[in-house]
């Protein structure tokens, strides 16, 4: 199930935030989004799940282009900073999303397992700590059903241990065949979550592949041993 993003480019006024943006995601595999602030990460992930309209390019589903209108078909978007239902427990939001999305209720207990999340089931989504929400509220993007999911910052607001714990169950959850796409700012955390990168800033694509990939494209004398902030730091 290859998606593929062509000449995405969005415009406010004489800004450019998106100018001419294309990449590929494969399936089964976690992809890192990484830049600067500005750099144009959340109005892409905007654009792509069809919350904002683009100005210009397509994306495709194997060769297939999808409309804006048959995203959600195809697209789960997890915002950052969000904080829904507050007066409803977390128990009761995982519910509804699997219900409301037609997710696999069977996947409900090992979610909760894998987040941390059976202290927190009956407690209001509106008392939560910002890491106990972030938690609560990627576990409702994993019990969608689309195969494509898509979470801006997953890390944020987590401690070490948790974004240890996030982090592979990110990863077990892409390779049962769900392909994720994440906005993470942590150069660590995306280094051990992610299997390949997007690195954008101005609004344009500035870098795509592995570590590896990446760092071939840095200048000859930097390459040897580039860790991934090194590589970031070089191309944005």
Same mark, same amino acid.
């Not at 995601?25 to 799940?49: D, H, M, Q, S, Y």
């Not at 576990?139 to 059903?145: E, F």
């Not at 694509?205 to 200048?219: C, F, H, N, W």
């Given at each position: 199930?290859?998606? $593929?993003?062509?000449?995405?480019?969005?415009?406010?006024?004489?800004?450019?935030?998106?100018? +001419?943006? !294309?990449?590929?995601? &494969?399936?089964?595999?976690?992809? %890192?989004?990484?830049?600067?602030?500005?750099?144009?990460?959340?109005?892409?992930?905007?654009?792509?799940?069809?919350?904002?309209?683009?100005?210009?390019?397509?994306?495709?589903?194997?060769? @297939?282009?999808?409309?804006?209108?048959?995203?959600?078909?195809?697209?789960?978007?997890?915002? +950052?900073?969000?904080?829904?239902?507050?007066?409803?427990?977390?128990?009761?939001?995982?519910?509804?999303?699997?219900?409301?999305?037609?997710?696999?209720?069977?996947?409900?207990?090992?979610?909760?397992?894998?987040?941390?999340?059976?202290?927190?089931? @009956?407690?209001?989504?509106?008392?939560?700590?910002? %890491?106990?929400?972030?938690?609560?509220?990627?576990?409702? %993007?994993?019990?969608?059903?689309?195969?494509?999911?898509?979470? +801006?910052?997953?890390? +944020?607001?987590?401690?070490?241990?948790?974004? &240890?714990?996030?982090?592979?169950?990110?990863?077990?959850?892409?390779?049962?065949? @769900?392909?994720?796409?994440?906005?993470?700012?942590?150069?660590?955390? $995306?280094?051990?979550?992610?299997? @390949?990168?997007?690195?954008? !800033?101005?609004?344009?694509? /500035?870098?795509?592949?592995?570590?590896?990939?990446?760092?071939?494209?840095?200048?000859?004398?930097? /390459?040897?041993?580039?860790?991934?902030?090194?590589?970031?730091?070089?191309?944005?």
């Amino acid at each position: 199930m290859p998606l $593929a993003v062509s000449g995405l480019t969005k415009t406010f006024g004489r800004i450019v935030a998106l100018d +001419d943006v !294309s990449f590929a995601l &494969r399936e089964g595999e976690v992809l %890192g989004l990484i830049g600067p602030n500005g750099a144009g990460k959340t109005t892409l992930f905007e654009c792509l799940a069809g919350l904002m309209p683009a100005d210009a390019g397509r994306v495709t589903l194997d060769g @297939r282009i999808v409309d804006v209108a048959e995203r959600g078909r195809h697209l789960f978007y997890v915002p +950052d900073a969000i904080a829904p239902w507050p007066a409803q427990t977390v128990g009761w939001a995982l519910d509804f999303a699997v219900a409301f999305f037609g997710g696999d209720p069977s996947r409900r207990h090992d979610v909760v397992a894998r987040l941390a999340l059976e202290p927190l089931l @009956r407690a209001p989504l509106g008392t939560l700590s910002k %890491g106990q929400r972030k938690r609560a509220i990627i576990a409702i %993007g994993l019990l969608t059903p689309q195969p494509v999911l898509l979470i +801006d910052e997953p890390f +944020d607001g987590l401690d070490l241990r948790q974004s &240890r714990d996030v982090s592979a169950a990110l990863r077990d959850h892409a390779h049962g065949a @769900r392909t994720l796409f994440l906005s993470i700012h942590q150069i660590h955390e $995306a280094a051990r979550a992610c299997d @390949r990168f997007v690195l954008l !800033s101005g609004g344009k694509v /500035r870098g795509e592949g592995t570590l590896e990939d990446l760092a071939g494209a840095m200048p000859a004398g930097s /390459r040897d041993a580039a860790n991934l902030e090194e590589v970031v730091l070089a191309l944005t």
